[in-house]
């Protein structure tokens, strides 16, 4: 395997990569390797992100990390139709982002839900087809950090700009590694399949109805920060039933966990290095293979910024209710839209006998 090739792994795939290997020396390379690549996409990410800041103001730093996702995402998966309707698609998704989180935001909680209920409905049909690429996390994620960091007037504006700019990229990149991929679907296709006997087209509803009602349910409440239900809620919601319940405990518990190790981070660092508790995070999600350890460290950017905004006991308390609260909600949601799925079909085949 090249020095490149070797780059393109996962972190899981690094790690598999250096116990097979028996020989110190071939071991010693591919740890250093491992490592180089570690703080190479750190490095990366930082530079994407202070840029973006750095022209669109601080508070448009997000639009930086969506881009960013969105690049990483789009340099290797597709969407299962032809190329040049790939492009886009791009486009569509990009008017999405640029435009649903705002309307969002201007309107009262109930017709707030109605937005996300369409926008998060299309950015599933659209980006992903192929459930196996889960495209849909890149986009969704994006579309529920531009909504809980929103902006108005000019720095508005400029997100905007600096989004439009983020199209590009995309589009650029993904042509340049796509354009030879031999589909024949269209972009016709993308609706033509849905079907509400599909169990694909009914995760795309389910996922949905979850994320937006249970952002609803936090801003009827009157709290902050919506969006860490509507992320927890998404990252809860897979494909099927049982592997939603797999992932709903580790979703709470490493969130408790990443707060604990947050809070010894914040009281043994100097107040100097707070800001950078959440680029300490960014490498551990790096060195990261599993699911549990990535939220635990996804959790310090996360409380990086609440902190600032909330104070540390209210932003703590906040990111564990609200993540418990996403995912017990998308386990008990999910059975009961099985339940109903089941009690539906069986009535419908009795009235056809």
Known sequence: MTFYQELQLSSAGSKQ???????????????LIYNFKVY??????VAVVSLFSKFLEPENSVVGVTVLLAILVLRQADFGIRTTHGLGVIVLLFAILMTGPRLA???PPLAGFLVHLVCILLLMIFGCHNVI?????????GYL?????????????????????????????????????PYRRTFSDLFREFNLHSARSRWYLKLTFIVSSAMLFINL???????????????VCLPFTKDCEQRAVPRGLYNIIGCAVFLVLYFLLPESMYPYIGMIGGIGVGYSAS?????????????????TLFG???????????????????????????KIHVNVTERVSFKQR
């Open 291 to 307: 699911y549990p350890w990535q939220t635990v460290f996804n959790t310090f950017g996360a409380l990086s910024i609440a902190t």
């Open 145 to 181: 950090l531009l909504t809980g960091y929103d902006v108005q007037g000019h720095a508005y504006l400029l997100r905007v700009i600096g989004l439009f700019v983020g199209m590009l990229l995309c589009m650029g990149i993904f042509y340049k590694n796509q354009k030879n991929r």
């Open 312 to 338: 540390l006991p209210y932003a703590l308390v906040l990111r564990i209710g609200t993540n418990i609260f996403g995912a017990a909600y998308t386990v008990l949601c999910n059975r009961l839209w099985d």
């Open 40 to 45: 190479l996409v750190m490095a990366f990410c």
């Open 221 to 235: 409440a009157g709290l902050p920060r919506a969006m860490w239900a509507g992320i927890a809620c998404m990252s």
């Open 133 to 141: 690429m889960y495209n849909h996390s890149t986009f969704v994620l």
């Open 105 to 107: 935001n201007m309107l």
């Open 17 to 31: 990569l250096i116990h097979k290997t028996t020989t110190p020396k071939e071991k010693r390379r591919h740890i």
